[in-house]
Every structure is written in structure tokens, then in C-alpha cells.
């Protein structure tokens, strides 16, 4: 697995993730385990691989350029 997924990306991802998994502790009935969602965007930022992107032939990681 190559990364494809950049660091604004990443931190956003995380930051996301960790607000939607939040939902669990803050929501309540069975609408609270929607939050449980937040895990896919928290295990992409933490990871740095998204499999969409992988799909769609996106990368945010930018490119590197040899000198």
C-alpha cells in the first residue's frame, strides 16, 4: 500500500473522524451508533491509504521531485 492520502488530508481526516465518533458518547438511543462511522475517516487519516482514492485514482500526497 502506497500513501495516497496527504498530511492536511490526513489531519482533517482525523480531526473528522474523532467528531463523528464523538457522536457515540454524545447522542442517544440507536442513532448514537451512526457515530461509529467516524472509525473509516479516523483509520484513513491515521493510515494514510484510502482505498476511494485508490478506486478513483486520486492522490493528495503531491509529488516529489528528484534533483
Do not use: Q
Not at 1 to 6: A, D, P, R, Y
Not at 14 to 43: D, H, K, N, T, Y
Amino acid at each position: 500500500m502506497k500513501n495516497n492520502v496527504g498530511n492536511a488530508d490526513r489531519v482533517v481526516r482525523v480531526v473528522a473522524g474523532l467528531l463523528i465518533l464523538s457522536l457515540v458518547f454524545v447522542l442517544e438511543g440507536s442513532v448514537r451508533w451512526w457515530g461509529l462511522l467516524g472509525i473509516v475517516p479516523l483509520a484513513t487519516g491515521l493510515v494514510g491509504w484510502c482505498p476511494a482514492y485508490w478506486v478513483l485514482g486520486m492522490n493528495t500526497c503531491g509529488t516529489k521531485t528528484a534533483h
